[in-house]
């Protein structure tokens, strides 16, 4: 591999059942990547949710561990299926009937960034596709996966919070004033990847630190929240959407002078968090 696919911070002391993910905020850009691509590095990093590792990152010194990608989005996509492969793209991939995600040119292996734009100039190999699959997405699943049975071994239940950020574009139509429209929007699938008591007390340490909450709209959730939000059997996934605008320079894709503000406001929400997770005391060993 010519970049790490993730890292992972552990607590000195595990202390709660949450786990916090960031899996669009990578920002290791392979080189050879970079030379394939027709974008200027800024246009490249567009759908890149950065410095969400920043904003969460607090999450280890609460007693929960924390998994980050280092690729970007642009480059294999964690929160989509690896079957989603797009014809278009990739050489040597049939039409199977129509999934919006992969139409528009987001599958696993994206074809466009923000605002429709074109990575690449020609299609990539099926070998290719199937090398960054191997190499990046699994092992970022297999980890994520060791995370979420080691925390529910330990706890009983685990907690997935799966960290990303939104344009403020995207939240601008969801009410007709700015007063009421959402800062942080909770996906769960709606209801079906988290119990409600689990996604009720999210909502409420988020709303606690000061931010606007909606569930659900614009965003449920993706792939990670759908596959991994299990919560019959005590596995709960909940993904949070933040809009950049608060923290960053959309354009310049910079922080801006609210940056610490806002980090400080997520890490009270963190700590209402995991004070939820360690509310399940591990468990005895056999």
Same mark, same amino acid.
């Given at each position: ?28 850009? #392979? ?135 939104? #344009? ?79 923290? /960053? ?5 910079? #922080? ?26 591990? /468990?005895?060993?056999?």
């Amino acid at each position: 591999m010519s970049a790490q696919a993730y890292s992972i911070e552990m607590p000195q002391e595990w202390q709660s059942s949450v786990v916090i993910a960031s899996p669009h905020s990578g920002a290791d850009y #392979p080189k050879a990547f970079v030379e394939q691509s027709i974008l200027d590095p800024k246009r490249l990093r567009s759908s890149e949710d950065a410095f969400v590792d920043a904003l969460f990152s607090a999450a280890p010194d609460l007693g929960m561990p924390m998994l980050t990608a280092r690729v970007p989005r642009a480059f294999v996509d964690f929160n989509r299926s690896c079957e989603e492969l797009d014809p278009a793209l990739i050489d040597g991939v049939k039409r199977r009937g129509q999934n919006p995600r992969v139409a528009s040119g987001l599958g696993v292996i994206p074809r466009v960034v923000s605002n429709g734009r074109t990575i690449y100039r020609g299609k990539l190999s099926l070998a290719e596709a199937r090398a960054r699959i191997e190499n990046y997405w699994q092992p970022y699943h297999a980890a994520l996966q060791r995370l979420l049975d080691a925390s529910r071994s330990r706890f009983g239940e685990t907690i997935l919070i799966d960290c990303h950020s939104m #344009p403020h574009e995207a939240v601008e139509g969801v009410a007709m004033h700015r007063a009421q429209r959402p800062e942080i929007v909770l996906g769960d699938r709606f209801g079906a990847a988290a119990d409600r008591k689990v996604m009720d007390r999210v909502e409420a340490a988020f709303a606690a630190a000061g931010f606007r909450v909606a569930r659900n709209s614009p965003f449920a959730g993706a792939y990670i929240t759908q596959t991994y939000g299990r919560p019959s059997r005590g596995q709960h996934a909940i993904q949070v959407e933040i809009d950049r605008s608060l923290y /960053m320079d959309e354009a310049n894709i910079t #922080p801006n002078e609210q940056f610490e503000a806002v980090r400080g406001r997520l890490t009270r929400a963190l700590r209402d968090i995991a004070d939820q997770g360690s509310e399940c005391q591990p /468990m005895a060993a056999e």
